[in-house]
C-alpha cells in the first residue's frame, strides 16, 4: 500500500487500495526525524503532538477484548504498534516492545458530565510514555445506534501518512477480523487505565458531501487539496479583521517523501511548504487561480534529498524549521482514505481528522475526506476562542466557490 501527500494532482494525505503483503524485508530508514520530534515534545510539553483520527461507525460497540483482537490480527501489517523509541536523549532508535499488549492501548472514553463535545474532549486525550504512543479510544455516538472510534499517536511514532495508512489497515472492510471466542460482543470487558486528559485544546468541525469538494475540483481542473485552501482563504478573508486581509497569509503545508518500498507503518517522513493564502482577493474564482499556481510545481525531490542527507547535528533546526510559527499562521493539511472502512459489519460513515497544534501558531486544520463525507477540523489554544467560526465560514466557502467554477 503506498501513500502519497502534497499538492497538485497528488495532493492530500491519500492511501491507496491497492493491497499489500505484511511488512517484511522492506526498506528501512533512519529515525532522525522521529527523534527530533521526541526532542521537540520534551523541551515543549504542551504542545499538541499527538495526532489522530476519529471514525464514527454504525452499528454495535465492540468490546475491549475484540478490539484488541483486532490489533494483534493486523501487527504483521503494523508491526510498528509493538515498537518504541528507546536509547539515550536524541539518539533513540526503533525497537520491539518485549512486554508489548494489545489490550494496554484500548480505552473506554466516557464524557458524563463534560459539557465539551465529545470530540474536543478526545483530542485532548494524551497517550503512555511508558510503551509504544498509540491508542484506541471508543466512544458513544450522537445517536444509539452509532459510535466512535480514535486512533491517536504521537508525531516521534507516526507523522499523518503513517496514522492514515495505520487507520486504513486497522479498519480495512476487505480484510475481516477472524471471530474472537464468546466474548466477541455484549459482554463488557476491562478497559486499560488512560493517561490523565489534557484541557488546553479546542476542536471545531463542520462536515460537507465529499461530492461537493470533487464536483468544484472537476470542473476547475484543480486537486482536492486546491479547493480545500481556497475555500479556506476565502474563510480566512471573512474571518479576520480588516487591516490583517491586506495582505497573503502564509501557512505551512506538510507532504509526504516517502520512496515506494519504504515501511508506511511508521515513523516520520515529511518535507514542507510555505504557502501564501492570496486573502487579499476578492474573486473566489481568482483566489483558486493563485493557489493552482503556486501548486503547480511542489519541492517534494529537494525535500527528499535534504531530509537524506541530513547529519545529526542539524536534526533540530531542521525540525525547528517547521515547528515554529515564525512565518506563517498556521499549519493546513487533507487526508484522504480511500476504500470501505468497517469494523465486524460496522461501516465507518464518517470521520475526523484530531490535528498536532504547535504552540505559537494560531491554528491547525485538516480536511478529512472518506466515502462520501468530507470534515474539515480546526485545532487551537482555547484562548482562541474565535477559531470556532472557521468551519461554518469554510463550507460557506466553498459553496461559493461551487457557484465561481459552475461545471
Given at each position: 500500500?503506498?501513500?502519497?501527500?502534497?499538492?497538485?494532482?497528488?495532493?492530500?494525505?491519500?492511501v491507496s487500495?491497492?493491497?499489500?503483503?505484511?511488512?517484511?524485508?522492506?526498506r528501512?530508514?533512519?529515525?532522525?526525524?522521529?527523534?527530533g520530534?521526541?526532542?521537540?515534545?520534551?523541551?515543549?510539553?504542551?504542545?499538541?503532538?499527538?495526532?489522530?483520527?476519529a471514525l464514527?461507525?454504525?452499528?454495535?460497540?465492540?468490546t475491549?477484548?475484540?478490539?484488541?483482537?483486532?490489533?494483534t490480527?493486523?501487527?504483521?501489517w503494523?508491526?510498528?504498534?509493538?515498537?518504541?523509541?528507546r536509547?539515550?536523549?536524541?539518539?533513540?532508535?526503533?525497537?520491539?516492545?518485549?512486554?508489548?499488549?494489545?489490550?494496554?492501548?484500548?480505552?473506554?472514553?466516557?464524557?458524563?458530565?463534560?459539557?465539551?463535545?465529545?470530540?474536543?474532549?478526545?483530542?485532548?486525550?494524551?497517550?503512555?510514555?511508558?510503551?509504544?504512543?498509540?491508542?484506541?479510544?471508543?466512544?458513544?455516538?450522537?445517536r444509539p445506534?452509532e459510535?466512535?472510534?480514535?486512533?491517536?499517536?504521537?508525531?516521534?511514532?507516526?507523522?499523518?501518512?503513517?496514522?492514515?495508512?495505520?487507520?486504513?489497515?486497522?479498519?480495512?472492510?476487505?480484510?475481516?477480523?477472524?471471530?474472537?471466542?464468546?466474548?466477541?460482543?455484549?459482554v463488557?470487558?476491562?478497559?486499560?487505565?488512560?493517561?490523565?486528559?489534557?484541557?488546553?485544546?479546542?476542536?471545531?468541525?463542520?462536515?460537507?458531501?465529499?461530492e461537493?469538494?470533487?464536483?468544484?475540483?472537476?470542473?476547475?481542473?484543480?486537486?482536492?487539496?486546491?479547493?480545500?485552501?481556497?475555500?479556506l482563504?476565502?474563510?480566512?478573508?471573512?474571518?479576520?479583521?480588516?487591516?490583517?486581509?491586506?495582505?497573503?497569509?502564509?501557512?505551512?503545508?506538510?507532504?509526504?517523501?516517502?520512496?515506494?518500498?519504504?515501511?508506511?507503518?511508521?515513523?516520520?517522513?515529511?518535507?514542507?511548504?510555505?504557502?501564501?493564502?492570496?486573502v487579499?482577493?476578492?474573486?473566489?474564482?481568482?483566489?483558486?487561480?493563485?493557489?493552482?499556481?503556486?501548486?503547480?510545481?511542489?519541492?517534494?525531490?529537494r525535500?527528499?534529498?535534504?531530509?537524506?542527507?541530513?547529519?545529526?547535528?542539524?536534526?533540530?533546526?531542521?525540525?525547528a524549521?517547521?515547528?515554529?510559527?515564525?512565518?506563517?499562521?498556521a499549519?493546513?493539511?487533507?487526508?484522504?482514505?480511500?476504500?470501505?472502512?468497517?469494523?465486524?459489519?460496522?461501516?465507518?460513515?464518517?470521520?475526523?481528522?484530531?490535528?498536532?497544534?504547535?504552540?505559537?501558531?494560531?491554528?491547525?486544520?485538516?480536511?478529512?475526506?472518506?466515502?462520501?463525507?468530507?470534515?474539515v477540523?480546526?485545532?487551537?489554544?482555547?484562548g482562541?476562542?474565535?477559531v470556532?467560526?472557521?468551519?461554518?465560514?469554510?463550507?460557506?466557502?466553498?459553496?461559493?466557490?461551487?457557484?465561481?467554477?459552475?461545471?
Open positions: 500500500m503506498t501513500q502519497q501527500i502534497g499538492l497538485g494532482e497528488n495532493s492530500g494525505v491519500q487500495e491497492r493491497r499489500t503483503e505484511p511488512v517484511d524485508n522492506i528501512e530508514f533512519t529515525s532522525i526525524q522521529d527523534r520530534m521526541l526532542e521537540w515534545a520534551r523541551r515543549r510539553p504542551d504542545d499538541g503532538v499527538v495526532i489522530g483520527v464514527r461507525l454504525r452499528g454495535a460497540q465492540p475491549p477484548e475484540r478490539l484488541a483482537d483486532l490489533v490480527t493486523r501487527l504483521p503494523l508491526p510498528a504498534l509493538a515498537e518504541c523509541l536509547g539515550p536523549d536524541r539518539e533513540e532508535c526503533w525497537h520491539p516492545d518485549g512486554g508489548f499488549q494489545a489490550a494496554r492501548h484500548v480505552y473506554r472514553l466516557e464524557a458524563q458530565g463534560d459539557r465539551r463535545p465529545l470530540l474536543e474532549v478526545i483530542t485532548n486525550q494524551p497517550v503512555w510514555e511508558d510503551q509504544p504512543r498509540w491508542g484506541l479510544w471508543l466512544m458513544d455516538g450522537e445506534d459510535y466512535w472510534l480514535a486512533y491517536r499517536v504521537h508525531h516521534a511514532a507516526q507523522d499523518g501518512a503513517a496514522a492514515a495508512h495505520t487507520v486504513r489497515r486497522l479498519f480495512d472492510a476487505r480484510t475481516p477480523v477472524p471471530a474472537s471466542p464468546e466474548r466477541d460482543r455484549g463488557g470487558g476491562h478497559w486499560a487505565a488512560a493517561p490523565d486528559p489534557v484541557d488546553g485544546r479546542l476542536l471545531a468541525t463542520a462536515e460537507v458531501s465529499a461537493a469538494v470533487r464536483a468544484v475540483s472537476r470542473a476547475s481542473g484543480a486537486s482536492l487539496n486546491d479547493v480545500y485552501l481556497t475555500a482563504t476565502g474563510a480566512l478573508r471573512a474571518w479576520l479583521p480588516a487591516p490583517d486581509r491586506g495582505l497573503p497569509v502564509p501557512v505551512r503545508v506538510p507532504f509526504n517523501v516517502r520512496l515506494r518500498g519504504e515501511r508506511a507503518d511508521r515513523g516520520n517522513r515529511f518535507g514542507y511548504a510555505r504557502l501564501l493564502l492570496p487579499e482577493e476578492p474573486s473566489a474564482a481568482k483566489r483558486l487561480a493563485a493557489i493552482v499556481e503556486q501548486t503547480r510545481l511542489w519541492p517534494r525531490d525535500n527528499r534529498r535534504l531530509l537524506d542527507a541530513l547529519p545529526d547535528a542539524m536534526l533540530l533546526p531542521h525540525i524549521t517547521f515547528l515554529s510559527p515564525q512565518d506563517a499562521l499549519t493546513v493539511t487533507m487526508l484522504q482514505i480511500p476504500g470501505p472502512l468497517a469494523l465486524d459489519g460496522s461501516p465507518v460513515t464518517g470521520g475526523v481528522a484530531l490535528p498536532p497544534l504547535v504552540s505559537g501558531y494560531l491554528f491547525s486544520s485538516v480536511l478529512f475526506l472518506h466515502g462520501t463525507r468530507a470534515t477540523s480546526f485545532t487551537a489554544e482555547k482562541h476562542e474565535h470556532r467560526d472557521l468551519p461554518r465560514l469554510w463550507v460557506r466557502e466553498l459553496t461559493a466557490l461551487a457557484h465561481a467554477t459552475p461545471a
